[in-house]
């Protein structure tokens, strides 16, 4: 770590240490509150936002500023959704087929709204159609990396001199309020419908108390590591294919399907140098999804730079409260009825409540918490992730300057 210009540069390998104590801050925290344990409030929002609030207050004492390296975050986002494609089976996909199909149609029909909302409550502060859609799809359901990548062309192309800062602002908050809001959600519906699980099965994310119990021997970990790098390589690779043919996606999302693929495609009892099954649905996957996941999101928000959102506060805030009760009430009303009202549907309004106004990896953070208190749901992890890790890019790459040209 070293202090430049009132700016303390800490570097990949002790930001993914404070990410581990971020990590262990939020579950002691989440111990000791029993309302975070209640509603389900993951344990990485609970220690990030802890964490960025004092970086926050390190920043109004001092003026030094803290900024983290985080390559290795992103490594963390491939990771844990190559472990979601390794997971996913052919007859979880075939039976999603229905439900993804309604749950895309309800999203893409609700960016249109979530773009007209963020224009008209713009328009109450005479403020102009690029500063709504900055608080509609590119900051909230595009998250940091839309917003970072459409503010300099709204800055330049509409006079919006500022778009980078309240890209940021926008969906730093919305991604906050989407970590707070997928758990009560889901409990919501859980207790009212009083829903349960059809079938006890192995968790997509974390251990049981079992398993924790019986452990996870060395070679079941690094077979398990081993799947992964091996369908990362392969998401490599086609990633690249799919690059050279014009078309850009995340490479999490081209390691997704490097791993249904490969789950799908190697016959069961296929040799393998390690003497197993290749490792889908094993407690060692199951816990590398945690710890990535976890640790990946824990990063994202302690890293959170909380005082260059102060002078937007105003507009910025009104216009996401507006998106929050929309997004409830979509989620609610909508979501969970056309998903069919059980307790898959209840998980997979956790899932859209961090799709709605956060990002994929607090979608599936939220998911995750629920379901690790209630009990597994193999379907809310297949189709969420398709949903929102690769349909919405594409989606949201035509929705952006359609509203820009027309409104």
């Known amino acids: 770590m070293e202090i430049q ?101 309800i ?43 459409w503010a300099p062309d ?38 009212r419908h009083k829903l349960t699980p059809e079938k006890q099965e192995v968790q997509d994310v974390g251990l049981s108390d079992t398993q924790k119990k019986e452990g996870i021997g060395h070679l079941d970990f690094l077979d398990a590591i081993l ?22 996606l995340p490479l999490f999302v081209t390691c997704l399907f490097a791993g249904i693929m490969l789950t799908n495609l190697i016959p069961k009892k296929f040799p393998r140098i390690t003497g197993t099954h290749w490792p889908t649905r094993t407690p060692a996957m199951a816990l590398i999804a945690e ?28 216009i996401l409260a507006i998106q929050l009760l929309v997004a409830v009430l979509v989620n609610i009303f909508i979501i969970f009825p056309a998903m069919g009202k059980n307790y898959d549907a209840a998980v997979v309004s956790a899932g859209f409540g961090g799709i709605s106004l956060g990002s994929t990896p607090t979608a599936m953070v939220n998911m995750s918490a629920v379901t690790q208190r209630y009990g597994a749901s193999h379907l809310a992890f297949i189709i969420v992730p398709l949903v929102c890790a690769f349909f919405i890019d594409l989606v949201n790459a035509l929705l952006i300057p359609f509203f820009l040209t027309n409104f």
């Open 5 to 105: 210009d009132g700016v303390l540069h800490v570097g990949s390998f002790m930001a993914v240490t404070l990410g581990i104590i971020v990590l262990f801050a939020g579950k002691r925290l989440n111990d000791a509150v029993g309302i975070l344990r209640e509603f389900s409030i993951p344990e990485p929002v609970t220690g990030g936002l802890l964490f960025s609030i004092l970086f926050g207050l390190v920043y109004a004492t001092s003026g030094i500023e803290v900024e983290f390296e985080l390559a290795a975050r992103d490594i963390l986002l491939v990771y844990f959704f190559t472990t979601i494609g390794i997971n996913a089976s052919l007859q979880d996909l075939l039976s999603g087929g229905k439900p993804l199909v309604i749950l895309l149609t």
């Open 154 to 191: 709204i800055a330049a192309d509409y006079n919006v001199s500022n778009a980078m800062e309240i890209g940021i602002a926008c969906a730093t908050f919305g991604l906050i309020l989407a970590s707070l809001t997928g758990g009560p959600i889901a409990k919501f519906l859980i207790n």
């Open 107 to 149: 999203t893409i029909a609700y960016m249109f709204v979530q773009n007209l909302t963020g224009i008209s409550v713009a328009a109450l502060f005479d403020l102009p159609t690029a500063v709504g859609m900055l608080g509609g799809t590119v900051s909230l359901i595009g998250g940091h990396g839309t917003a970072i990548a």
């Open 291 to 318: 710890i990535s996941l976890g640790t990946f999101l824990a990063m994202s928000l302690m890293s959170m730079q909380l005082w260059t959102l102060i002078d937007l506060a105003a507009p910025i805030f009104t």
């Open 227 to 248: 799947a992964i790098h091996i369908s990362a390589i392969i998401g490599m690779l086609l990633n690249e294919g799919i690059a050279e043919m014009g078309l850009k």
